[in-house]
């Protein structure tokens, strides 16, 4: 894998170019139940990356996976304990200064392989995307693979898609897949399943998960998740951004591996 933070800078002066892609793992700290780490969006997010990143090296694409973003807006985990969040203002300005960076270094073609689903977050992603897409071909082009979108979401389990995952069967699976040893499985295996229906509160006005009903920042089923079902969704989650990809740049795949 290559990995950005562990290059030199004459290493990425050598790997930076018009035809390589960056992936930037954005996640937060927050909150994820009794049972899992408040860096499971960025664990996630970075497996993403990593197992995207392979594939396209299988392809003969050149691809970097930068240092992840461990901060996001966490305004839904408010009133729990670890919960560190930024403004919209401030995320869209980390953003636009990382793709800013890149395109002067002459890498223009960056994916934010994201992994926190809170909407106010997400919208932020959408607006730095659309922002750039309205730059011209010369600077630098964004693209946000968006799991939540229905033609990916049911790709990941009928939990994902009701929208009670956080840190449930969905979550817990991919972080026991990543980092294991991160998991308080003693407290997982005892959890039992919370359903509080996030999506239709949400749109009734619902702004935190204590006033959702998840009152131990958790919903779903994290005892019923496995490892396995883990790695089968780190690879759905990379043929999504692989699918991306290839939309966005189909000239990186011309005279490629397939």
Known sequence: MTDLAKCTWPEAEALFGPRTVAILPVGSTEPHGPHLPLDTD?????AMAKRAEARLAEAKVPCVVLPALAYGLTNYTSGFAGRITLRSGT??????DIVTSLEQQGVTRIVFANAHLEPAHMQVLRGVLLDHATRGK?????IFPDNTRRRFADTFGAEFKSGDCHAGRYESSLVLAADPDAVREAERKQLPPVTIHLIEKMKAGVHSFREAGAEDAYCGDPAAASAAEGRELI????DMTLVSIREAWPDL???AAT
């Open 138 to 142: 010369d600077k630098a082009q964004v």
């Open 253 to 255: 795949f011309e005279n």
């Open 91 to 96: 995320l869209w300005m980390v953003l636009e």
């Open 42 to 46: 960025v664990t996630i997010a970075v």
């Open 235 to 238: 690879e759905r989650l990379s």
